[in-house]
């Protein structure tokens, strides 16, 4: 697996990283064990806060570098890159200012007598990170861990190394000791080694379901808890008492945010039949009214895909879907330009036997759907394998609640776009993954809840 810096903008590579050998694991590993072990992890929970706090100010101070380096390494809109940096530094300063109320002792009153919940750390943990949020998906992880105490070794996705060494020497910067996180540059067999050493007591991994499928196995083979943030085919429905022009507006930034590369992006559209065609016309030229071209040049309004590989992948999905019966309503193809661009796209006309219906498009391409009622948005809605995020939009907020609750995902936005924020739980069900992130219950996913009972 070769670690490399690639400007998707252009396909120019820009540095190789060497990767990681066995020994320097080993050594990874031991530093990792041996701070768990410390009083760093079990101490005072000042100090591990303390680099919290100052970490989100360097994220702050250096913003605009950060950015950059995250625009260029995988395609990512400037603007788009330092609101990123903006939400790790939100997300740092959540965790230094809530991790002590989360973690405080938990009374359960019994007829045993004085009870307790108490929240200990379990050890090093193994994350295995992906590329599209190159700093946000490490810092959901580093977070709650480092002030819960958990030791944090890193696997980053191969083609945003830059970001991955950055993140690290600004954690070591903020004054986290030795072992605190540490990235590596890995290979998915070092990995599942990782996994399985003793010393390791977890796995976290976003990616995709095949990556998901792998690690989670690893785990459970040794007994190790595991979390999951795999992919998604999130519902976008807009029923017929609508905002359209809002939902249109959010619509289109819904699927293209990222160059839609987004695990909870828009991605099936399901419209009331009574605004669909209103709505597929307004959404068509919008879509075609968007300027592409350099991540760098703040007018842009969609980027690159992240890599050559990926423009390929998406470019066949499209190809299938209008082979087995998707009509091709805007777009389709690769753009006719340096660089790994793909024209924002339209399908209509999906079956339920296209293999797109339940595939997932990581891209700027959407599916439209029609369908009579509220009843058959739900049921259209939950006919699929993910289960991560969904909106729902509509004037009657009741009725919007209505279905938010009958819809199988672990997150639904109504009159939005779904979205983060460091107080908010993230994660999904089925397909889509296990466990959560961010809030209160993302730093218990990797704490021991310890009974503790002084009998009367």
């Known amino acids: 697996m070769a670690y490399q810096t690639v400007n998707p903008a252009n396909n120019q590579l820009i540095k190789e990283y060497k990767p990681h050998s066995d020994a320097d694991i080993e050594a990874a590993l031991g530093r990792a064990d041996a701070l768990y072990r410390s009083g760093w992890a079990t101490g005072d929970i000042t100090p591990r806060l303390n680099v919290l706090r100052r970490l989100a100010e360097l994220l702050d101070e250096r913003a605009e570098a950060l950015a950059k380096i995250a625009s260029q390494e995988m395609g990512k809109l400037i603007k788009q890159s330092r609101g990123e940096v903006a939400l790790c530094a939100q997300i740092a300063r959540y965790y230094a200012d809530n991790a002590p109320r989360f973690l405080a002792p938990v009374k359960y009153p019994s007829e045993l007598g004085e009870a307790w919940v108490e929240h200990h750390p379990i050890g090093v943990l193994m994350a295995v990170e992906p590329w599209n949020f190159p700093y946000y998906q490490l810092m959901r992880v580093l977070a709650p861990n480092l002030a819960a105490g958990n030791p944090v070794i890193a696997k980053h996705a191969s083609i945003v190394p830059h970001c991955a060494e950055t993140f690290a020497q600004l954690v070591h910067e903020a004054g986290a000791p030795e072992g605190a996180w540490t990235n590596l540059f890995i290979s998915s067999e070092q990995v599942a080694a990782i996994i399985a050493d003793p010393r390791v007591q977890g796995a976290a991994l976003t990616g995709s379901e095949k990556a998901g499928s792998a690690v989670a196995a690893q785990a459970a ?23 359209l022009a809002k939902a249109v507006e ?37 879509f075609s009214r968007v300027k592409i071209g350099d991540p760098l040049d703040e007018s842009v309004g969609l980027g690159p895909l992240s890599s050559r590989e990926a423009l390929e992948t998406l470019t066949k999905q499209v190809n299938e879907a209008v082979k ?23 399908l209509t006309g999906i079956a339920r036997d296209n293999p797109a219906y339940f595939e997932e498009f990581f891209g700027p391409v959407a599916q439209m759907y029609v369908v009579k009622d509220d009843d058959e948005a739900v049921r259209l809605a939950n006919d699929s394998h993910y289960g991560l995020g969904g909106a729902v939009f509509s004037q009657d907020i009741e009725r919007a ?12 936005y109504i ?12 994660g999904g069900v089925k397909r889509s993954g296990f466990g959560r992130e961010l809030s209160d219950l993302g730093i218990k996913e990797f704490v021991n809840q310890k009974l503790v009972v002084v009998h009367r």
């Open 415 to 426: 009159n939005w776009l779904t979205d983060t924020a460091p107080e908010l739980p993230f």
């Open 324 to 346: 087995n019966g998707a009509k091709l309503h805007l777009g389709g193809q690769p753009l006719e330009r340096e660089g790994s661009f793909f024209a924002p796209t339209i």
């Open 250 to 286: 959010i619509g289109v930034q819904a699927r293209l945010n990222n160059a839609g590369q987004v695990c909870t992006a828009a991605k099936r559209f399901i419209l009331h039949e009574k605004i669909a065609d209103s709505f597929l016309a307004q959404f068509s030229e919008a």
């Open 401 to 412: 609640k209505r279905m938010a609750s009958r819809i199988e995902t672990g997150m639904v």
């Open 221 to 243: 083979k040794h007994i190790k808890k595991a979390t999951l943030e795999l992919g998604g085919n999130d519902v976008f429905v807009v029923l017929d008492d609508a905002d």
